[in-house]
């Protein structure tokens, strides 16, 4: 590892000078005058992205805390295009609620700027302390719309939820010093290693405690509580970008503590996480059937995803590392499509939130209930898109494990998850709607947004060689 | 030099020619659109006519292979193939589509851009099912055919369109997901041999899978085929889907659809664990049998056409299956053919109940009686197609049912004798059906001035009868490139000495 000065944490400056300049910008801004502050954001993205590109291959760290290696390079890329993303799609869901714009974008951007703290920092402490950038920024963000009820709610639960897994994250890490004497992960694994063959109690303990920090902020079974009631609260482009960058930081971070330095401990946790990944995809879908409002049903379906995610991390061999990333990538791309197009369907009067509220979408702007379609079939995980491979990828890692079960669970979810993805499908297509015309104009920006998620998807899907070869070439470096 | 990857093309027209039709401007210049999506078929049908022209009848291999690197990482490559089993599919594929085009021109209305473009879209996806020779290629195509034929029967349905639409996909999904951990586990051993990982087919033919391994993938296999085919008791998908899909979803799906069940059979399932086949042979072949008998019985005491050629679909595959099971030269050679013959007579009876239901929107057959004086022509062609599809010497059906029962025969008299009486029944039901509707005084005044065929109806209607003909008369043209075809698979069946699988797996 080279000790590279400042350079490792280059793209997370990138992202917070833009949020410091929007900040700026809303303080200047005169009553009334449109800013577009936005772009801001966007400038700070590219130079994020081309930092990411610069640092790629060379191993930086600063501080010794903070490494760029491939493998959280490569998350900072998923998160950049998270970020960018969500940006574009803000627009319809800022002026119809009418949230404060110059917050709304440095808040997003503060909150990616953590993400990519989390997903780099090679330290306990760091770790949550990235966390908790990331987490405040996103509780604030659930809560932006404060004239609503429900969106309060949404983020005080989330609060007090996050701020209670923040406390068994850091017992963890207390715990974890405890025994090893250390919070940076290189040490905790070499002292691990050096004594794995009879782990005491209370490393069992400090393993489990971060087992549960970590759970919460991915948003698995038993932990998932908060994840409806927010994603539902949250404005819907928030929601676009917390199920997915959120999930990108947190589950970065997850592998590299498991994954890395509790790598000797695997016996122990592992089947505890198989019970979890099981869990999250059962219950993800099988409560999604259920649902009648789109967004908790996406929220369930990315409670769900969450589960496919750990049966990756399960699996622990270099397939399943590299299945991680890639499957961060395309979820981030397919997930934010679709909230995508719910947010810009909603309307001032009406939320159009259910799922019959999407009758005849076929008819009155046949292009958005195409696009949504992409995004469904390939969250249900059908072939060619993007979504069927990294589905396929984490099957085929737990396969080679030696995880037959947790994969006939994954398979037979995804069974299940079509039924809900198809019942949009269904109101888009085949019911006619009883009131046409209700859907807003779509801006151009958000448009474009989802016309380029919908590429990425198609292109994941039928190119993913190139992607694929990338996010295993991100994992050599750390495992 | 390289040679035109045909294969490739046949599978890419019809895609191309559904983006084509995207940029037609006028969205209901309807004739226009149906003229392009017909032409593009035609072609994609001259395309597979000089395949089936170009191929040489001689050779057990593969033909026209064309391998690109995919995810080279673990050996899945873009590799597509013909050999005498998949061959006629294709063709047939090319044939029936746009037959089914056609059959859409008075009925379909509504949306019919996005109509012609799933039905070019399915085709590109079957014709890919049947091509792929490898695992993850063929897993593709066979998941991604599920979406357009979801549509068209969501969306160009009867009445209960959306229960049947969800119900296909749904089912289908449901095996053939085990199939694809079926298809990890079996890569993922391949893994270990000395040419590293892979998913091509030729290469995992060769592959020695543990007889226990074998017996789950080969359930994996089959469960996925069963479904597909479908065979009792998986069946239920099908008299759904059959009655709810427009017309030229029926068509296509009787055509086509259900012949990617048995064919996975015999390419994947048998060859790839020829234990676990040999074990389960026995077994596939009672739910033959009973779906034959059931079927059969089934269908006759149905009030509506649709749904009993339906029923009857369930029965004449079960004969498709019974073949596959004995595992010996008539046996699969008649599979084969059987798969062809009902793919037409089926597809020519769901285009006449489609005619009729245009004419009196209604199937039932209650609601006929005595056509056979109002519209002479189009009885007459119906008369052909039953007897074709009660398989009658001298026409198609009959050539299938015959090598089948002759091959089952030789390796179970009893199975043979049970689906020997499927032959009586379907005479039974289909004879019965068509006296009901043509025969006898026209009862229902309604019936009195239903116009005969038009023009268009004769062009999808000469083509299957000449075809039932040609397919009765001269079986040797079709089953020459087959035979070969057949021996290797069956070479790589009885590989390994059945009566030590036995021990092995008890």
């Given at each position: 590892m080279n000790p590279g000065g400042l350079s490792a944490i280059v793209p997370m400056a990138c992202v917070t000078a833009a949020a410091l300049a929007a900040m700026t910008a809303e303080a200047f801004r005169s009553r009334g005058e449109r800013m577009p502050i936005g772009p801001l954001g966007l400038i700070g993205f590219i130079g994020a992205a081309l930092s990411v590109a610069l640092l790629w291959n060379r191993n930086q760290a600063s501080f010794g805390m903070v490494v760029a290696d491939n493998f959280g390079l490569f998350t900072t890329g998923v998160l950049v295009v998270v970020g960018v993303l969500s940006l574009a799609i803000s627009e319809p869901t800022l002026d119809r609620e009418r949230l404060p714009r110059g917050e709304y974008y440095a808040l997003m951007l503060f909150a990616t700027a953590g993400m990519m703290l989390m997903a780099t920092a090679s330290d306990l402490l760091l770790i949550f302390l990235a966390l908790e950038i990331l987490s405040l920024a996103v509780y604030v963000l659930t809560g932006?719309?404060?004239?609503?009820p429900s969106s309060a709610e949404a983020a005080f639960k989330y609060f007090l939820l996050g701020a209670f897994s923040s406390a068994f994250f850091l017992y963890g890490i207390a715990f974890t010093y405890g025994v090893t004497?250390?919070?940076?992960l290189a040490d905790i694994g070499t002292v691990i290693a050096a004594r794995a063959m009879s782990p005491t109690l209370l490393q069992l303990a400090s393993v489990g405690l971060l087992l549960v920090g970590f759970a919460f902020k991915v948003s698995?079974?038993?932990?998932?509580?908060?994840t409806p009631d927010a994603y539902e609260g949250a404005p819907t482009s928030v929601t676009a970008f917390m199920s997915t960058g959120v999930k990108a930081a947190a589950f970065a971070a997850f592998a590299r503590v498991f994954l890395a330095a509790f790598e000797p401990l695997r016996d122990e946790w592992s089947m505890l996480v198989w019970g979890i990944a099981a869990a999250t995809m059962i219950m993800g879908t099988v409560v999604g059937v259920?649902?009648?409002?789109v967004k908790r049903m996406l929220a369930y379906s990315s409670i769900a995803h969450g589960g496919y995610l750990l049966v990756a991390i399960v699996s622990a061999n270099d397939i399943g590392k590299s299945a991680v990333l890639f499957y961060l990538l395309t979820y981030a791309v397919t997930n934010i499509g679709a909230f995508g197009v719910v947010a810009v369907l909603e309307d001032a009067e009406r939320?159009?939130?259910?799922?019959?509220?999407?009758?005849g979408l076929w008819a009155t702007h046949p292009g958005l209930a195409v696009l949504m379609t992409i995004f469904l079939l390939s969250l249900g995980g059908?072939?060619?898109?993007g979504g069927f491979i990294a589905k396929w990828y984490v099957f085929n890692a737990a396969v080679n494990a030696g995880y037959n079960w947790l994969a006939v669970i994954g398979v037979l979810t995804s069974v299940v998850s079509v039924f809900f993805y198809l019942r949009i499908v269904v109101m888009m297509y085949m019911t006619p709607s009883d009131?046409?015309?209700?859907f807003p104009a779509v801006p151009r920006m958000a448009a474009a947004a989802l016309i380029v998620s919908a590429i990425l998807v198609v292109y994941l899907g039928i190119l993913p060689t190139a992607i694929l070869n990338l996010a295993r070439a991100s994992i050599a470096t750390i495992f | 030099m390289m040679t035109f990857p045909i294969l490739s093309a046949i599978v890419a027209l019809p895609a191309l020619g559904a983006a084509l039709l995207l940029?037609?401007?006028?969205?209901?210049?309807e004739g226009l659109i149906r003229k392009t999506a017909l032409v593009v078929s035609v072609l994609v049908f001259a395309e597979t006519v000089l395949l089936a022209w170009q191929?040489?009848?001689?050779?057990a291999d593969f033909q026209f292979v064309e391998r690109h690197a995919w995810i080279p990482v673990f050996g899945i490559s873009y590799a597509v193939g013909v050999d005498g089993i998949s061959l006629w599919l294709v063709v047939l594929t090319g044939f029936l589509t746009p037959i089914a085009l056609l059959s859409a021109w008075e009925s379909i209305h509504r949306k019919t851009r996005a109509f012609c473009m799933m039905v070019l879209l399915l085709e590109s996806a079957m014709i890919g099912v049947f091509v792929s020779i490898d695992l993850f290629l063929f897993y593709v195509f066979w998941d991604a055919m599920l979406i357009p034929m979801y549509f068209l029967i969501g969306i160009?349905?009867?009445?209960?369109r959306i229960y049947a639409a969800v119900k296909f996909i749904l089912y289908t999904m449901a095996g053939s997901v085990l199939m694809l951990l079926a298809i990890l586990g079996v890569a993922y051993l391949s893994s270990?041999?000395?040419?590293?990982y892979t998913f091509d087919l030729l290469r995992l033919y060769e592959l020695s899978v543990p007889a226990n391994l074998q017996f789950w993938f080969f359930l994996a296999f089959a469960l996925a085929f069963a479904i597909k085919v479908p065979l009792f008791p998986f069946h239920t998908w099908l008299p759904d889907a059959h009655v709810e899909a427009p017309t030229a979803g029926s068509v296509i799906l009787a055509g086509v659809l259900l012949k990617m069940g048995t064919y996975g059979l015999v390419r994947f399932a048998f060859p790839l664990f020829p234990v676990a086949a040999a074990y389960f042979a026995p077994y596939l072949a009672a739910l033959a049998v009973i779906g034959i008998v059931y079927g059969a019985l089934v269908a006759m005491v149905q009030p509506d056409m649709k749904k009993l050629v339906a029923y009857s679909s369930v029965s004449h595959l079960g004969f498709v299956v019974l073949g596959i099971a004995a595992m010996n030269t008539q046996g699969v050679q008649g599979a084969v053919y059987q798969m062809l013959n009902h793919g037409v007579s089926t597809g020519g009876l769901f285009l006449i109940v489609g005619m009729l239901s245009d004419r009196r929107h209604t199937r039932l057959?209650?609601?006929?009686?005595?056509?056979k004086k109002v519209m002479p022509r189009l009885v007459a062609a119906f008369f052909i197609v039953t007897l074709s599809s009660i398989g009658?010497?001298?026409?198609?059906?009959f050539v299938g049912e015959f090598l089948i029962l002759l091959g089952a025969f030789a390796w179970n008299p009893r199975f043979a004798a049970i689906a020997a009486t499927g032959v009586v029944l379907s005479a039974t039901y289909m004879l019965w059906m068509f006296q009901r509707v043509?025969?006898?005084?026209?009862?229902?005044?309604?019936?009195?001035?239903l116009p005969d065929l038009r023009p268009r109806e004769w062009l999808q209607l000469v083509p299957i009868i000449v075809m039932a003909v040609l397919m009765g008369v001269l079986p040797n043209v079709f089953l020459r490139p087959i035979a070969p075809a057949v021996e290797r698979m069956l070479d790589l069946v009885h590989s390994e000495a059945p009566s030590q699988i036995r021990a092995e797996l008890r």
């Open positions: 932006l719309r404060r004239d609503s004497g250390s919070t940076r698995a079974v038993p932990f998932h509580m908060w259920a649902q009648t409002s939320p159009n939130d259910r799922i019959t509220d999407y009758a059908f072939p060619p898109f009131n046409p015309a209700r | 940029l037609i401007r006028d969205e209901h210049n191929f040489n009848p001689a050779s160009w349905g009867y009445e209960r270990t041999t000395p040419g590293g057959i209650a609601e006929y009686g005595g056509l009658l010497p001298g026409l198609n059906g043509n025969y006898g005084p026209v009862t229902n005044d309604q019936n009195a001035s």
